[in-house]
C-alpha cells in the first residue's frame, strides 16, 4: 500500500456511513429542504445525476426511501454533535482535576471523564448509548460519579437535553 492508497484509505473511512462525497452533498442539500432540481443546479449536475448520487447512497445504506436515508443522515450528524459535546465536557473536566489538588485514586473528576469518554465512544461508534440516553441510567451514573455540588446542574441539563429544549445560552 501506498501513501496514496493510504490516504484514499483514510478519507473514505473518515466519511459517515460510507458514501461518497458527492452523495453526502446532495443529501445535505435535501436536508435543506432543497428539490432535485435545485440540488442538481446548486451542485452543477443533471437530475439524472442527482437521482442516481441519491439512489446509490440508499443503496449503500440499506434504505429504501429518500426519508428514510436523510433520517439516517440527520441523526448520524446529531450524534456527532453529542460526541463532540461529550469530548469537550470531559477535556474540561480533565481541566478542572488539573487545577484541584485531589489524589487520583479518589478523583470525582477523573470518574466522571471515564463516564465521559466512554459514553463518547458508544456514540460515536453508532451503538445506542442506555447510559447515556436512558434518564434514569443517566442519574444513576450522576448520582455515582459526581460532585454533590455539581449535581443539581446536572439533572437540570439531563431535563433539557430529555424534554428537547437547549441549555441556556447555547443558540
Not at 426519508?67 to 440527520?74: N, S
Not at 469518554?117 to 448509548?129: E, N, T
Amino acid at each position: 500500500m501506498n501513501a496514496i492508497t493510504a490516504s484514499k484509505d483514510f478519507e473514505k473511512s473518515a466519511r459517515p456511513l460510507g458514501l461518497t462525497k458527492r452523495e453526502l452533498e446532495c443529501i445535505e442539500h435535501l436536508l435543506d429542504g432543497r428539490t432535485v432540481s435545485q440540488m442538481a443546479g446548486d451542485l452543477g449536475l443533471s437530475q439524472h445525476t442527482a437521482y442516481e448520487h441519491i439512489s446509490k447512497a440508499k443503496a449503500k445504506t440499506g434504505d429504501t426511501t429518500i426519508y428514510h436515508l436523510c433520517a439516517r443522515v440527520a441523526a448520524h450528524n446529531e450524534r456527532q454533535k453529542v460526541a463532540e459535546y461529550l469530548d469537550a465536557a470531559s477535556e474540561a473536566t480533565r481541566e478542572a482535576y488539573r487545577s484541584s489538588n485531589e489524589a487520583p485514586e479518589e478523583s470525582a473528576y477523573l470518574r466522571l471523564c471515564a463516564v465521559l469518554d466512554s459514553l463518547s465512544r458508544s456514540v460515536k461508534s453508532g451503538l445506542s448509548a442506555d447510559s447515556f440516553f436512558n434518564p434514569i441510567a443517566s442519574l444513576v451514573l450522576i448520582d455515582k460519579h459526581m460532585p454533590c455540588e455539581n449535581q443539581a446542574k446536572e439533572r437540570a441539563a439531563l431535563g433539557e437535553l430529555r424534554n428537547g429544549d437547549r441549555p441556556v445560552g447555547e443558540a
